[in-house]
C-alpha cells in the first residue's frame, strides 16, 4: 500500500460543500481491495472522506468489514444491489441495506440482450423499481437507479429516460453525469428538468475528444480528474447545492484512481472559494 499511501497527505480536509457531503463509490478503488482491503480504507479515511457507496465485503466476514469501517470512521450511506435481486428477493436488499445501515440502495444496471433496449425493457425495469422501491420505502430506505447510457435512446419527443423518470412513483435517481453525458444527455439540463427526482450522484469527468453512444460502454481510462475533462462538473455541483442532492459520490473507474482523486478532491474545494 506504499503507493496508495504516498498520496494521502493531499487531501487531509473534511469533505463538505454546505449541506452535501463528498462521498466514494468503492468500485473506484476495485483492484486496490484485491490485495489490500484495510489498507484500502484507511487510504480513503486518509482522503478525508467519511461517507462511502459500496455493499462488497471483499472476502471478508460482513461484521469483519464493518469493524473495519467503523475504525477508519467510515459510514455506508449507500449501497449496490443488483437488478435480479430488486426483482426476486426485494426483502434481501432490504436486509443488505439495514445491516449497514444504508439510506439508500443504488442498482447501477438493467441486464438486456446484444445492446437492445427499448420500451419493453425500459417499461419492465420501471415496474420492477417501482415494486422494490416501495418496498424499501416502507423500510425507510430510498432506491435510486444509475442509468448507464443507454437510457437515453430516442422515444416520441423526448428519450425512453424520460418514459422512465415520468413513471417512477417508488424510486428515483443516481446520476452518473458521465453515463449521462456518454449516452447523448446533457447531465446538468437534466437535473434542470427532474428538480425532484434525483436523490444521489456520481461525480465523475471524461476525457476531452471522447464520442459517446448507447451501449452503456467506454474505456476505464477515458476517467479523468474532475474539472479536466469535457462535463461540466462546476454547473452540476452548483446545482446539486441548489437541489439539496445529499451525496455526491466521487467514481473514478480508471487505472490512475489514487493520484486521481486527491486532485478531484482539491479541485471540489476549490468550487468553495
Known amino acids: 500500500m506504499k503507493k496508495l499511501n504516498m498520496f494521502i497527505a493531499t487531501a487531509l480536509f473534511t469533505v463538505s460543500l454546505s449541506a452535501q457531503e463528498v462521498g466514494l463509490q468503492l468500485y473506484s478503488l476495485r483492484n486496490q481491495f484485491k490485495t489490500d482491503v484495510p489498507g484500502t480504507l484507511e487510504t480513503i479515511q486518509g482522503w478525508g472522506i467519511s461517507k462511502i457507496e459500496g455493499g462488497e465485503t471483499y472476502g471478508l466476514s460482513l461484521d ?25 428477493n426485494a426483502q434481501q436488499v432490504v436486509e443488505n441495506a439495514k445491516a449497514y445501515g444504508a439510506k439508500y440502495v443504488m442498482c447501477a444496471w438493467v441486464p438486456h440482450d446484444d445492446n437492445k433496449w427499448d420500451l419493453e425493457e425500459t417499461q419492465h425495469a420501471s415496474e420492477v423499481f417501482n415494486k422494490a422501491g416501495k418496498l424499501l420505502k416502507d423500510n425507510g430506505i430510498t432506491l435510486a437507479y ?128
Open 146 to 273: 444509475h442509468p448507464h447510457g443507454y437510457e437515453f435512446r430516442p422515444y416520441k419527443d423526448g428519450t425512453l429516460f424520460d418514459y422512465m423518470i415520468q413513471n417512477a412513483t417508488d424510486y428515483t435517481f443516481e446520476l452518473d453525469v458521465f453515463w449521462a453525458q456518454h449516452g447523448g444527455a446533457d447531465p446538468l439540463a437534466l437535473m434542470k428538468k427532474y428538480k425532484s427526482k434525483f436523490t444521489l450522484l456520481h461525480l465523475k469527468d471524461m476525457e476531452k475528444g471522447v464520442k459517446g453512444n448507447n451501449t452503456g460502454q467506454e474505456d476505464h481510462e477515458t476517467n479523468v480528474v474532475l474539472g479536466q475533462g469535457q462535463v461540466d462538473i462546476a454547473g452540476i455541483v452548483a446545482e446539486a447545492k441548489e437541489l439539496g442532492i445529499e451525496y455526491m459520490f466521487i467514481e473514478d473507474e480508471s487505472s490512475s484512481v489514487v493520484e486521481q482523486v486527491p486532485q478531484s478532491l482539491d479541485y471540489l474545494k476549490s468550487l468553495e472559494k
Open 64 to 88: 469483519e468489514f464493518k469493524k473495519l469501517l467503523k475504525a477508519n470512521s467510515l459510514d455506508v450511506v449507500s449501497v449496490g444491489a443488483k437488478f435480479g435481486d430488486l426483482e426476486k
